[in-house]
């Protein structure tokens, strides 16, 4: 099946530092959507994108739609500990029925 | 508000067995789609229902796996004659329309195969 392609899989990254992540995608999406994900917890929404080009906030966290419709961009800025997780995108597949085709996932680290 | 319930958490069955976990979607919401996330993975489509419809489920294995939403009641992910392979996190998301708004995601049933 179809799956988006996220990179970089893992960092480490200095409390404090910036992180950036990014999601592509062979297939055009009309929206897309960038999820954290917990240890033993299911995915929680962070922030959700409805346009070509948008840029959306949610705190530190800031998000891009892609002009190509392609791909998405997350940002989160002076990173704490309880940034750690895995991030999930998401993008709506409207082949046929409606559904969210998930990245294979960021798994951040952030050392205090 | 009661978010998207799933139980159980943990489920161990040994080979052979049958699995089932159930979902109830956050009230006033009326799609419910599985997911299934392997160790180390990103999470794969399984399936998406309505109340007694199935909608979508070119993400099911052909065999041992079904799926079911009926007019009262959870909706029921089942897996028959379980094997090692089918450990996993399995995920329950609910929206209220089935478009473009995003889901709700449950904590999940983490099936271990023994």
């Known amino acids: 099946g179809q799956q988006l392609n996220q990179s970089p899989q893992s960092m480490f990254i200095q409390e404090g530092e910036d992180v950036s992540m990014n999601c592509t995608s062979s297939s055009i999406f009309n929206t897309w959507l960038w999820y954290k994900q917990e240890p033993g917890e299911g995915p929680v929404l962070l922030i959700a994108l409805y346009k070509a080009g948008e840029l959306t906030s949610n705190g530190r966290l800031t998000a891009q739609f892609g002009i190509t419709r392609k791909d998405s961009f997350l940002n989160i800025s002076a990173s704490i500990p309880s940034d750690v997780g895995i991030y999930f995108c998401?993008?709506?597949?409207?082949?046929?029925?409606?559904?969210?085709?998930f990245g294979t996932g960021t798994r951040l680290k952030v050392l205090a | 508000n009661a978010g998207v319930m799933q139980n159980p958490r943990h489920l161990v069955r040994r080979r052979g067995q049958e699995a089932r976990l159930r979902c109830s979607p956050m009230?006033?919401?009326?799609?419910v789609y599985w997911y299934r996330q392997l160790p180390e993975e990103g999470l794969k489509f399984m399936v998406y229902l309505q109340k007694e419809n199935i909608i979508d489920e070119s993400g099911m294995p052909k065999e041992r796996f079904s799926a079911e939403f009926p007019k009262e009641g959870p909706s029921i992910l089942r897996i028959q004659q379980v094997v090692r392979g089918d450990s996993a996190a399995y995920f329950c998301a609910s929206s209220p329309q089935g478009d473009d708004y995003g889901y709700t995601f449950g904590s999940g049933t983490r099936l271990t195969v023994v």
């Open positions: 998401a993008g709506l597949f409207t082949s046929g029925t409606y559904k969210y085709i």
């Open positions: 009230k006033g919401h009326s799609h």
